[in-house]
């Protein structure tokens, strides 16, 4: 794989991009200067290229090397998310979930938070030899570290570098607790060290199911698992001793809503035990390309409704950035699927059993390469 310059300097697809999740690519919010492709010109240009060849545009991955000095993150604000720690093997995602919050993030790299999120995507290889040093550092105490905060660490780009692995590999060696959210079926590769994690409750795994609605899902996700093969996942890595957890998020108003018993049935027969939920966020430009989206892939009543919905939801906006509001929004909707997945919950005897990581079996790495006294060797 061929190392590139980090530089934002290649032009816009001439077309609706094949397979991508955003249809357009706005300025970035730090630049002075900003050019936004509208979706009506994607889409005009978009009946041009099928009149010409009948097919698709392809726009292609690109990677760049993230050379940081440091792997693990701590998180600078918990009042919305249950962690202190995370790491991130990759920046920038291809799943291209439309209304992915992390979108944002890659406008601080001087990217667009539309298609370049999706195709212009940051490895750092050299996160497993950064783990195993700071974890060796005698400054760090053993807390959970999340995998995958920002973009999923099980992305199709993991099959080939494998960053992921290595860095999992570590972490099972050490004994130190790791939890990761993903949409991909990749994670069953991995089974044998989340297992081996799962035996001293130092792992955990929690699948992300949006819907149960294969079409919608392909519409919403184009590159991650079918909501069948997330449930053939929570079956596998269950029956494999790790305890899985499902985050049904993001609940679309008008899209999705209606599906949150059937998800919660389903999730539960498969074998999960702990499922959380969080509304629909659009920070920043995030409204742009999911209003696109709405108008490009739902007809225009239900776009419409849906919309109306988010807004009601968000007192009349698309988003509050308030904590108190911002995952779960406000008013009769949002009171309305809190009753619900409580009920349904408990119904389906889901989050009676929350065990927390444990750093009990931890061990600093050794540097030397030289076996401890009295030590076991795995």
């Not at 994607?42 to 993230?66: C, N, S, T």
């Not at 792992?203 to 149960?212: D, E, H, P, Q, Y």
């Not at 998020?249 to 035990?273: F, R, V, W, Y």
């Amino acid at each position: 794989m061929e190392e590139r310059e980090f530089s934002y300097r290649d032009a816009l697809p001439q077309g609706l991009a094949h397979r991508r999740g955003a249809g357009i690519n706005p300025g970035n919010r730090f630049e002075s200067i900003r050019l936004h492709v509208l979706g009506e010109e994607l889409d005009r240009q978009w009946v041009e290229h099928q009149e010409a060849d009948g097919k698709l545009q392809r726009v292609e991955r690109q990677v760049f090397f993230d050379r940081t000095g440091r792997i693990i993150n701590q998180v600078s604000s918990t009042a919305d998310v249950p962690f202190d720690f995370t790491l991130n093997p990759y920046r920038g995602c291809e799943h291209g979930c439309i209304y992915c919050f992390a979108r944002p993030y890659h406008e601080f790299l001087g990217f667009s938070c539309g298609l370049d999120f999706e195709t212009k995507l940051m490895a750092k290889p050299d996160a497993p030899r950064l783990l195993r040093r700071e974890l060796a550092s005698r400054r760090w105490e053993p807390r959970p570290i999340i995998m995958s905060a920002i973009t999923d660490i099980y992305q199709p780009i993991e099959h080939k570098m494998r960053i992921a692995r290595r860095c999992l590999e570590v972490m099972a060696e050490c004994g130190q607790p790791v939890a990761t959210m993903t949409k991909s079926a990749l994670v069953l590769r991995d089974t044998d060290l989340w297992s081996r994690l799962a035996k001293i409750h130092a792992g955990r795994v929690t699948i992300t199911l949006v819907t149960m609605d294969s079409d919608l899902a392909q519409k919403l996700e184009p590159r991650a698992s079918s909501p069948a093969g997330r449930l053939r996942v929570i079956r596998e890595l269950t029956a494999a001793g790790v305890p899985v957890t499902v985050n049904i998020a993001p609940i679309i108003p008008g899209l999705t809503d209606a599906e949150l018993p059937n998800i919660l049935e389903a999730i539960s027969e498969a074998g999960a035990k702990q499922a959380a939920w969080v509304m629909l966020r659009l920070p920043y430009q995030l409204k742009d390309l999911f209003l696109d989206w709405l108008k490009r892939s739902v007809h225009p009543d239900r776009a419409r409704k849906v919309e109306s919905l988010i807004r009601q939801s968000r007192g009349g906006k698309l988003y509050e950035s308030a904590y108190d509001t911002r995952r779960r929004g406000r008013g009769h909707l949002a009171e309305q699927l809190s009753r619900t997945f409580d009920v349904f919950t408990r119904k389906y005897g889901l989050n009676r059993d929350i065990r927390p990581l444990s750093a009990a079996h931890f061990r600093r790495p050794d540097l030397s390469g030289q076996l401890r006294l009295f030590e076991p060797v795995d």
